[in-house]
């Protein structure tokens, strides 16, 4: 079973921040927190991740609480595009994707 | 740029039949996942093969074979197909099966078991 906690869905209007926040309270200290989107029925997507530091590229951040027990991942500028299913996964190279959060950008 | 090709794309199979799935790499990676995903779910882990010649099982191993062909292609086989294995078959792969490390997926195959 999935170990992280995500909400079902979420409306975002384009143009704005979109703030996804993921509970993983039970992560141990060698593992990462890794974060993918899927579109549609889609293969997913990577996205970011990270261990302990806040990480940043071309598509979004991650912001990771300093005792790692949950983290937020940020879309600078939502797009029509942007529309997903985003996953928020801890774990070492084994990953099990829980069933994520559903965001819906708004025109 | 193909990155991970599955094959077939959609499979229609009875109770009780068999069948393969392929999966084939080119960025020249040493790990490769299969995974599924049930309707309104999300992916659960069905083996992996950190390197070639090794394979493990993951979180729902039970029905299935795999075998790592070579460094390109890791094929996942079910021996006597069940309505409970109807889903959505990812395969995936990474430059190494240390953490840290990105995930490249197919486009999945499609399967229903009658």
């Known amino acids: 079973d999935a170990k992280t906690t995500q909400p079902p869905s979420m409306d975002c209007a384009e143009g704005r921040a979109a703030n996804l926040p993921c509970n993983h309270s039970?992560?141990?200290?060698?593992?990462?927190v890794y974060w993918y989107r899927q579109i549609h029925s889609q293969g997913p997507q990577y996205i970011i991740h990270?261990?302990?530091n806040n990480e940043t590229n071309e598509m979004a951040s991650l912001i990771i609480t300093e005792d790692r027990k949950s983290s937020t991942l940020i879309l600078p500028h939502a797009t029509l595009r942007d529309t997903a299913v985003y996953y928020c996964i801890e774990g070492d190279y084994k990953l099990s994707f829980g069933a994520g959060t559903t965001v819906t950008v708004r025109a | 740029n193909a990155g991970v090709t599955q094959t077939p794309k959609f499979q229609v199979l009875k109770t009780g039949q068999s069948m393969t799935l392929q999966c084939a790499q080119d960025m020249n990676h040493n790990s490769m996942y299969w995974y599924r995903q049930d309707p309104g779910m999300g992916l659960r882990l069905i083996y992996y093969s950190a390197s070639e010649g090794t394979t493990d099982k993951g979180e729902v191993p039970n029905g299935y074979n795999v075998s790592r062909l070579n460094k390109r292609e890791f094929s996942l086989r079910l021996e006597s197909a069940a309505p409970s294995q109807t889903s959505v078959y990812f395969c995936a792969s990474s430059v190494t099966h240390l953490a840290g490390g990105e995930l490249f997926f197919g486009e999945g195959s499609r399967l229903t078991v009658l």
């Open positions: 039970t992560i141990s200290g060698n593992e990462y």
């Open positions: 990270g261990l302990k």
